[in-house]
């Protein structure tokens, strides 16, 4: 498993865990690690919810069923995962964007999306 070391959220603090069950994030630490392997920039700690399966499977992303030969388990609503910027910026503009966990979000995000924009849909905070 790779590790990336100083990798900090959206407020210049460590970066946390999203999830681990399912576990997610492209090197698959459970975080939203960011480095130059990763083209899809899987920087977005989300909350999914039905809306946005849907959404992404109708953009030929099915993160819902199982496929156990990659280890992933599919996701439901309420699980915790890593997405890329631009497919969750794509979400937002179709209105149908998960709610999104700042503390699990990759600094990284802020060169393509704005803290404002992601803190409109952040569970959060205050």
Not at 18 to 36: H, L, M, V, W, Y
Request: aromatic share 8%; glycine share 6%; net charge negative.
């Amino acid at each position: 498993m790779k590790l990336l070391e100083n990798q900090t959220n959206v407020f210049g603090d460590p970066l946390q865990s999203c999830s681990t069950d399912p576990i997610t994030g492209f090197f698959r630490t459970g975080c939203c690690d960011a480095d130059s392997e990763d083209i899809g920039k899987h920087f977005v700690s989300v909350r999914v919810d039905d809306d946005f399966l849907q959404y992404s499977l109708s953009q030929g992303n099915n993160l819902i069923t199982a496929r156990p030969e990659f280890g992933f388990t599919g996701l439901k609503s309420g699980n915790q995962w890593c997405v890329c910027a631009n497919r969750w910026l794509e979400a937002l503009d179709a209105e149908c964007a998960s709610p999104v966990v700042l503390t699990s979000t990759n600094a990284k995000v802020l060169e393509l999306i704005d803290l404002a924009t992601l803190k409109s849909r952040a569970v959060d905070i205050n």
